[in-house]
Nanobody, 127 residues
């Protein structure tokens, strides 16, 4: 049974920093593509960053240079996916979701329907 649980969200001022964590359990396959998405009120869920099985990372243009995705693969089936967010802007305000078992080739990592497993999200508010 795969579970993804996000944490680390909160309210910060413009220019502030947050580190999101996604605890992944029960994921005993060869990891595939994992990612962070965000959804602002009244808007579609969009890809923020992705981490492929070979360590390749991808970022949305809007967060390039400010956000960093990383994976701590503690042991098979359990790991933690991080999203370090620096120099936060009001437009980063959204609910952030962790996702696993997606497709990382090309721009496919941005496609919501390609990801099988999702967490419930954590709220980030920048004012």
């Amino acid at each position: 049974h795969v579970q993804l649980v996000e944490s680390g969200g909160g309210s910060v001022q413009t220019g502030g920093t947050l580190r999101l964590s996604c605890s992944v359990s029960g994921y005993a396959e060869n990891w595939w593509c994992m990612g962070w998405f965000r959804q602002a009120p009244g808007k579609e869920r969009v890809g923020v960053a992705a981490f492929d099985a070979d360590g390749t990372t991808s970022y949305a243009h809007s967060v390039q240079g400010r956000f960093t995705i990383s994976l701590d693969k503690a042991k098979e089936g359990n790991s933690t996916l991080y999203l370090q967010m620096d120099n936060l802007k009001p437009e980063d305000t959204a609910r952030y979701y962790c996702a696993a078992h997606g497709v990382c080739t090309g721009d496919n990592w941005k496609v919501v329907k390609y990801f099988t497993y999702w967490g419930k999200g954590t709220q980030v508010t920048v004012s």
